[in-house]
C-alpha cells in the first residue's frame, strides 16, 4: 500500500473486551544479499511445500526473487483493497509460515527484490496484523493455537499466526526501508480509521483502550526498527531511518478537517508533523508516533484537557513496552 493511498475504513475493528483491557494494562540468521548468494536463498524458500501450494499455477521451480515476489502477490491480494478469499488468506498464512521457519530471530537480510512487493501484500492485511500484533482479540488467539486460520465471518475472511513469527517476518522485510515504510504506513492508515471510528461519546475507558492498542502495534514495529538500525553500523541506522521517514511522508498533503474526514485528518496531520521535524533523530520520531497521533485524536474530539493530557502519556508508555517486547524477541 503506497503513502498515497487515500485512508481505508476498518473492515474489522479490533474487538475489546475487559479481558483485554487487563492484558493491555499487563503491560537464525537469514543472509539475503544482493548477489548471487540472495537467488539461492530464495530458491531454498521455493523449494518449501508451503509457498508451492500457495503460488498454485503461479508456481515455478526456477522462480528468482523478484519473480517470487510478485507471484506471492499476486496470490495474497485481489482486486479490492483489504478483502480477501479463503485461498488467498491461506496462501499468505503459508508464506508467512514458511518465511519465519526460515528466519528465526537473526540479523536476516531480505533482497529489497522480495521483501518490497511481499511488504506491500502483507501491508493488505493490516487488519489482521495489527489484531496479532495487539494480541488481545480472542478469534485471532484461538485460530493462531488451534490451526483453524483462516477464517471467514460476517466481516469477511481473516488470517491469524503467531506474534513472534509475525514479528521475525517483519524484522526480515525490514532492512529494505521501503518494505518498513510500506508496512508502517499501512498500520498507521488502520489505526487513524479505527480512531476515526471510535465515538466521540466513549467514555475514558474506552478512548484509553483505543490508544493503548493502537500504541502496542507501533511500539512492535518500533522495537523492529530498533533491531535493524541496532545491527548496522551508525551511518547506516541513520540512513535507514532517514529514508523510512522520507518515504513516509513523500507524499503528504494538507490534512482536511476532522470533520469531513477524521481519517485523513489524524493521517496527514501526523505526516505533515514528521515531515516538518525533518531528517534529524528519525528513529526518535518514529517511536513518539503514538504519543502523537493520540494528541492529535484526543484534541481533535475536542476532549476536556485532563483527557487530552493523559491519554498521550499512556499510549507513550505502553508504545515503550511493546518495543522492549519485540526487540527481546529479536534478540
Known amino acids: 500500500?503506497?503513502?498515497?493511498?487515500?485512508?481505508?475504513?476498518?473492515?474489522?475493528p479490533l474487538k475489546v473486551t475487559i479481558t483485554a483491557v487487563c492484558l493491555v494494562l499487563a503491560g537464525g540468521t537469514w543472509l539475503w544479499l544482493d548477489s548471487a548468494g540472495a537467488s539461492g536463498a530464495c530458491q531454498e524458500l521455493v523449494g518449501d511445500k508451503?509457498?508451492?501450494?500457495?503460488?498454485?499455477?503461479?508456481?515455478?521451480?526456477?522462480l528468482g526473487?523478484?519473480?517470487?515476489?510478485?507471484?506471492a502477490k499476486r496470490a495474497t491480494t485481489g482486486a479490492s483493497a483489504g478483502k480477501h478469499s479463503l485461498q488467498q488468506a491461506r496462501a499468505m498464512q503459508n508464506i508467512l509460515l514458511a518465511m519465519d521457519d526460515r528466519m528465526g530471530t537473526g540479523a536476516g537480510q531480505v533482497d529489497p527484490a522480495l521483501a518490497v512487493p511481499f511488504a506491500e501484500a502483507l501491508a493488505d492485511y493490516a487488519d489482521d496484523t495489527d489484531q496479532i500484533?495487539?494480541?488481545?482479540?480472542?478469534?485471532?488467539?484461538?485460530?493462531?493455537?488451534?490451526?483453524?486460520?483462516?477464517?471467514?465471518?460476517?466481516?469477511g475472511v481473516h488470517m491469524?499466526?503467531?506474534?513472534?513469527?509475525?514479528?521475525?517476518?517483519?524484522?526480515?522485510?525490514?532492512?529494505?526501508?521501503a518494505a518498513y515504510a510500506t508496512v508502517r504506513d499501512a498500520a498507521t492508515r488502520h489505526i487513524a480509521a479505527d480512531f476515526a471510528a471510535t465515538p466521540r461519546t466513549s467514555d475514558k475507558v474506552m478512548l484509553g483502550l483505543r490508544a493503548k492498542l493502537a500504541a502496542r502495534?507501533?511500539?512492535?514495529?518500533?522495537?523492529?526498527?530498533?533491531?535493524?538500525?541496532?545491527?548496522?553500523?551508525q551511518a547506516g541506522a541513520e540512513k535507514w531511518g532517514a529514508d523510512v521517514v522520507a518515504r513516509l511522508t513523500a507524499h503528504s498533503k494538507a490534512p482536511p478537517a476532522y470533520r469531513e474526514d477524521p481519517a485523513g485528518h489524524l493521517l496527514y496531520s501526523w505526516k505533515r508533523e514528521l515531515k516538518d521535524a525533518g531528517p534529524k533523530n528519525p528513529l526518535t520520531q518514529l517511536e513518539a508516533q503514538s504519543e502523537d497521533m493520540t494528541r492529535l485524536w484526543a484534541r481533535a474530539l475536542g476532549?476536556?484537557?485532563?483527557?487530552?493530557?493523559?491519554?498521550?502519556?499512556?499510549?507513550?508508555?505502553?508504545?515503550?513496552?511493546?518495543?522492549?517486547d519485540t526487540f527481546d524477541k529479536l534478540r
Open 133 to 155: 500484533l495487539t494480541s488481545v482479540n480472542v478469534d485471532y488467539i484461538r485460530a493462531e493455537t488451534q490451526s483453524t486460520s483462516p477464517w471467514e465471518d460476517q466481516t
Open 1 to 12: 500500500m503506497s503513502s498515497s493511498s487515500a485512508p481505508r475504513s476498518s473492515r474489522f
Open 160 to 177: 491469524s499466526i503467531s506474534v513472534d513469527s509475525l514479528i521475525h517476518v517483519v524484522r526480515g522485510l525490514s532492512d529494505s526501508p
Open 217 to 233: 502495534i507501533l511500539g512492535s514495529l518500533d522495537g523492529v526498527a530498533q533491531k535493524v538500525t541496532q545491527d548496522k553500523r
Open 50 to 62: 508451503r509457498v508451492r501450494a500457495a503460488l498454485g499455477s503461479g508456481y515455478r521451480s526456477d
Open 303 to 324: 476532549l476536556e484537557q485532563g483527557m487530552r493530557d493523559s491519554l498521550p502519556g499512556e499510549s507513550r508508555d505502553n508504545a515503550i513496552a511493546a518495543r522492549k
Open 65 to 71: 526473487c523478484s519473480e517470487l515476489g510478485a507471484a
